[in-house]
């Protein structure tokens, strides 16, 4: 068998719990696969038979079991969504949902949305600026310090965000533990490229009521009487070069 590099051998020790190796190895097989040299590369037809001239617009980033991808279809028909989801059985129940709600007929409401297996790295082979809106939605806490690092708000991550986001693109998110609102709207407000929008304009995007509790972790927290906190940001215009 292949040795792991160091870095890797490193996530793997003792006292790494099974859902953590999972997740790593499945980061392994995506960064091991080949990828598109351009944007136009992209072949998004496996996912979308329907709609092969389309982009992906819509990335919900750990999309769980697709609550938010079935609400947001029928209101976005035209628009393709795509979810990222690196547990592999979770990708492949909502991957049998879609289909599912697919076979009902050609017409259905689902076939502009898919769940995709792959982390970030296709959101950025996807293509510069070609994203409209990128979801959040309960992520893992990470509440150890040393898994902090995990967390899926961090500087290294929002660049590549930044990268795939168009201007005027949103990045919605959504939690329901206090420190980690702080910590993602910390590290968003302190990213140049980011402006956060204020309450009362997130409150009426028409997305939000969808994000608060489209979601199975968003229903649990409303079952539990939990509360939830909503913050939105803008991706900002790219500033001008100026020729000398």
């Given at each position: 068998?292949?040795?792991?590099?160091?870095?890797?051998?490193?996530?793997?020790?003792?006292?790494?719990?099974?859902?953590?190796?999972?997740?790593?190895?499945?980061?392994?097989?995506?960064?091991?696969?080949?990828?598109?040299?351009?944007?136009?590369?992209?072949?998004?037809?496996?996912?979308?038979?329907?709609?092969?001239?389309?982009?992906?617009?819509?990335?919900?980033?750990?999309?769980?079991?697709?609550?938010?991808?079935?609400?947001?279809?029928?209101?976005?028909?035209?628009?393709?969504?795509?979810?990222?989801?690196?547990?592999?059985?979770?990708?492949?129940?909502?991957?049998?949902?879609?289909?599912?709600?697919?076979?009902?007929?050609?017409?259905?409401?689902?076939?502009?949305?898919?769940?995709?297996?792959?982390?970030?790295?296709?959101?950025?082979?996807?293509?510069?600026?070609?994203?409209?809106?990128?979801?959040?939605?309960?992520?893992?806490?990470?509440?150890?310090?040393?898994?902090?690092?995990?967390?899926?708000?961090?500087?290294?991550?929002?660049?590549?965000?930044?990268?795939?986001?168009?201007?005027?693109?949103?990045?919605?998110?959504?939690?329901?533990?206090?420190?980690?609102?702080?910590?993602?709207?910390t590290h968003l407000e302190a990213f140049p490229a980011f402006e956060r929008i204020p309450d009362e304009e997130a409150l009426k995007d028409p997305v939000t009521p969808h994000i608060l509790n489209a979601t199975e972790e968003g229903k649990k927290v409303e079952r539990n009487n939990g509360r939830k906190w909503l913050a939105?940001?803008?991706?900002?215009?790219?500033?001008?070069?100026?020729?000398?």
């Amino acid at each position: 068998m292949q040795r792991l590099p160091r870095q890797v051998r490193s996530y793997l020790r003792s006292d790494t719990t099974d859902k953590e190796r999972t997740q790593i190895l499945s980061q392994i097989m995506t960064f091991n696969k080949p990828s598109p040299t351009s944007p136009d590369e992209m072949d998004w037809t496996l996912h979308y038979p329907n709609h092969p001239s389309l982009q992906v617009e819509f990335a919900d980033i750990g999309c769980g079991f697709g609550g938010l991808l079935i609400a947001l279809a029928p209101l976005y028909p035209k628009t393709l969504l795509l979810g990222m989801e690196i547990r592999v059985q979770v990708t492949q129940y909502v991957t049998d949902r879609i289909a599912a709600l697919r076979q009902q007929s050609i017409e259905a409401q689902v076939q502009s949305t898919a769940a995709s297996g792959e982390n970030t790295p296709e959101l950025v082979d996807g293509g510069y600026q070609n994203l409209s809106k990128i979801f959040f939605l309960f992520p893992d806490p990470h509440f150890k310090a040393r898994k902090h690092k995990a967390r899926i708000i961090s500087p290294t991550l929002l660049a590549e965000y930044a990268y795939v986001l168009r201007p005027g693109g949103i990045v919605y998110t959504v939690t329901d533990v206090e420190e980690l609102h702080t910590w993602m709207v910390t590290h968003l407000e302190a990213f140049p490229a980011f402006e956060r929008i204020p309450d009362e304009e997130a409150l009426k995007d028409p997305v939000t009521p969808h994000i608060l509790n489209a979601t199975e972790e968003g229903k649990k927290v409303e079952r539990n009487n939990g509360r939830k906190w909503l913050a939105l940001f803008r991706r900002k215009n790219r500033p001008e070069r100026t020729t000398s």
